[in-house]
């Protein structure tokens, strides 16, 4: 099933082989991936065995129409061939990496031809497979990458001001960077997945600090006068309103 071996594209990948396979869904449903490869004979092979995973595949034959294409559509991954008339791989893969940081890239290249290449491009969202390489191979690659980038937007919370990444723990106010307490970053962390609600001072203790705390503590009180004086600045309070008889509420109306 190696690229360059007379590509069998019906046998490519069955589902439930290779890395890929944990995910039920397959998880290629819907993403739109940007083929810019030359040789038809490979596109043909990786549109048919990406479409067969559930990819929206659409391809271009040469270096300026596929960074024309990937600078102007919107796709969830491209995968760069490296030798391409009109425009090289790299120069497109630097154009791309500039305009779309985010967008994971797959190059194609023959062994060697990159390595030493590669330096001075941002490697962040870049990956590459040496030719020949299987279809199955490609598809976990590009599922990888796509799991990457929806594992990161999902780590992240942003409301009233207040950025979380849940991930590195770090956390901004009004664009300031503050430092919390473990405990003060988990009551945060609570307080904004249930931005809008009025939450009660048992609900916080036991999410936060789990049931064996005793419910006559003013603990919840004390640690929400923390994260307001951390997260507020003059002018600027802590969108943390006390909610009368209840509990707190981040955010929200009112
Ligand atoms: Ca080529």
Do not use: C
């Amino acid at each position: 099933m190696a690229i360059g071996t007379g590509p069998e594209p019906g046998t490519a990948v069955a589902r439930g082989e290779g890395p890929g396979s944990a995910e039920a869904s397959g998880g290629g449903e819907g993403a739109r991936v940007l083929l810019i490869e030359d040789e038809p004979g490979i596109v043909d092979f990786l549109r048919r065995g990406l479409e067969a995973e559930g990819f929206v595949v659409e391809a271009a034959m040469d270096g300026v129409e596929g960074e024309r294409m990937a600078l102007h559509d919107r796709f969830d991954a491209i995968v760069l061939d490296l030798m391409l008339p009109r425009r090289g791989g790299l120069e497109v893969l630097a154009s791309v990496r500039r305009a779309l940081p985010r967008v994971p890239v797959i190059v194609l290249s023959a062994r060697g031809e990159i390595e030493d290449r590669v330096q001075g491009l941002d490697a962040g969202a870049f990956d590459y497979l040496v030719k020949p390489f299987s279809m199955a191979e490609l598809v976990a690659r590009v599922r990888a990458h796509l799991r990457t980038i929806a594992h990161a937007s999902a780590s992240r919370l942003n409301a009233d001001g207040i950025e979380v990444d849940l991930m590195s723990r770090r956390v901004r106010a009004g664009g300031r960077a503050v430092t919390l307490s473990t405990t003060e970053f988990e009551l945060l962390v609570y307080l904004m997945r249930h931005r809008g609600q009025a939450v009660s001072r048992e609900q916080i203790l036991s999410s936060v600090w789990g049931y064996e705390h005793d419910p006559a503590t003013n603990v919840v009180d004390v640690y929400v006068g923390y994260l307001r004086r951390k997260l507020g600045a003059p002018g600027e309070p802590a969108p943390i309103s006390t909610v009368r008889a209840v509990g707190y509420r981040f955010g929200g109306p009112g």
